[in-house]
């Protein structure tokens, strides 16, 4: 209850608790009863979980579902738990009849072996998924798409639908024109950092590109690269605005101001600032490369036209 508090919150949607009632149809009553007089039209019952078959909650479940008359029957299921996943579906499905099922946790090592089986053996589809813990992690379920993950060939169109919900067509443009022109700042760097994260976690997104999966199995664990993003997130946020275009102007005082503000060293800041001037540098060259080649009409040197 605590937890569906704290959601309901978060997400601004009213949440119906009746605290030290343990009779279940009760409080469905009293839930439909307030529902209608402040004019809801859905309302979702959340009920209690359960990771294997326990037939006294079955029961009481199929008494919740003869009283409220649901629209939908969606059963949550662990993908981590692999076969045992399918035997609660097939059990819960021949007592409910459920519509459709929630696969959560495909961010795992499973990824998601057990949606196929479940959709084989009930004959339901599943309608949502779960990919990580954030709530915005939560999204419909693809087949096509999970069919490719489980296949280690990534999910493209996924992570290209994250990106242009987290960045904007314009902030995009502006970005590329400021690369191309060698104008990327530091303060620009921290913009995409956070932009970064709102894609999910880095292993998310890997797993999202075709040979992600393997790329996972050579490169390991990728936390301590997210924590260096971190930390270097906190040596931007450290700076002043003006530091953040202008690093030019980081004398050994300022450095050490921000070393010592962010938490890091101060070689750990010039490794840094080091490694950001060379990104400069070849963005730089990128953009030259590219106006040579405008002006050429898109052609190599030595190469002549048709």
Do not use: W, Y
Not at 153 to 174: F, I, N, Q
Request: hydrophobic share 40%; charged share 30%.
């Amino acid at each position: 209850m605590d937890q569906l508090e704290t959601l309901g919150k978060q997400l601004d949607i009213p949440v119906f608790l009746k605290r030290g009632e343990t009779d279940v149809l009760q409080i469905a009553r009293e839930a439909l009863a307030a529902a209608r007089t402040t004019n809801r039209n859905t309302l979702i019952f959340d009920t209690a979980g359960r990771l294997q078959i326990d037939e006294p909650l079955v029961q009481e479940l199929v008494r919740l579902r003869d009283l409220v008359k649901p629209q939908e029957i969606l059963l949550v299921l662990d993908a981590a738990t692999g076969q045992e996943a399918v035997n609660v579906a097939t059990h819960f499905d021949q007592a409910l009849s459920i519509t459709g099922a929630i696969l959560t946790k495909l961010d795992g090592d499973a990824r998601g072996g057990a949606a196929l089986s479940m959709k084989s053996v009930t004959g339901k589809p599943i309608k949502f998924a779960g990919v990580g813990e954030k709530l915005e992690e939560f999204e419909p379920f693809h087949p096509e798409r999970m069919a490719s993950r489980i296949l280690g060939m990534g999910d493209v169109v996924s992570l290209v639908e994250k990106a242009a919900e987290a960045v904007s067509e314009a902030d995009a443009k502006r970005m590329e024109e400021k690369m191309r022109k060698g104008q990327f700042t530091l303060e620009d760097f921290l913009e995409q950092l956070r932009a970064m994260k709102k894609l999910g976690s880095l292993e998310s997104i890997v797993s999202m590109l075709p040979g992600g999966a393997e790329m996972l199995k050579q490169q390991g664990d990728l936390s301590k690269q997210e924590k260096e993003f971190k930390r270097m997130e906190a040596m931007i946020c450290g700076m002043t605005p003006q530091e953040r275009r202008s690093p030019q102007i980081l004398n050994a005082k300022r450095r050490q101001r921000i070393a010592k503000g962010s938490g890091v060293t101060v070689a750990e800041l010039n490794t840094m600032l080091n490694k950001f001037g060379e990104m400069q540098q070849m963005m730089k060259k990128m953009g030259k490369f590219q106006k040579m080649m405008g002006r050429m009409g898109g052609r190599m040197p030595g190469m002549l036209g048709r």
